[in-house]
């Protein structure tokens, strides 16, 4: 399994920007996905990526503002959000997919997570 390590979360005012990185050891050669998790809530589909890059997908809450994209040459897949609004508030997780058919977007399509990095967005 890789050991992944999410930075970047912090806290943004409403209309900002923020920018998550998932790094790894090595090269991540899976497709690739980030959920979020807001207290008392289930954790939910934000984005993934194919291993080539080809392939991304997004929840329709994010779709427009948020971008996904791998840069290989650092080990890293990146989720760039933009107009942050008070709902996106969550804990962010990256994480490795099991297999590399398609950008999944179900927590139990992933075997290999991060630890989670804060996202707070204040009205």
């Known amino acids: 399994q890789v050991e992944l390590v999410e930075v970047g979360g912090g806290l943004v005012q409403a209309g900002g920007s923020l920018r998550l990185s998932c790094a790894a050891p090595g090269r991540i050669s899976k497709n690739m996905g980030w959920f979020r998790q807001a207290p008392r809530k289930e954790r939910e589909f934000v984005a993934a990526i194919t291993w080539s890059g080809r392939r991304t997908s997004y929840a329709d809450s994010v779709k427009g503002r948020f971008t996904v994209s791998r840069e290989d040459a650092k080990n890293a897949v990146n989720l760039v959000m933009n107009d942050l609004k008070p709902e996106d508030t969550a804990v962010y997780y990256c994480?490795?997919?099991?297999?590399?058919?398609?950008?999944?977007?179900?927590?139990?399509?992933?075997?290999?997570w991060g630890q989670g990095t804060q996202v707070t967005v204040s009205d």
């Open positions: 994480a490795a997919a099991a297999a590399n058919n398609d950008a999944y977007s179900l927590p139990n399509q992933y075997d290999t």
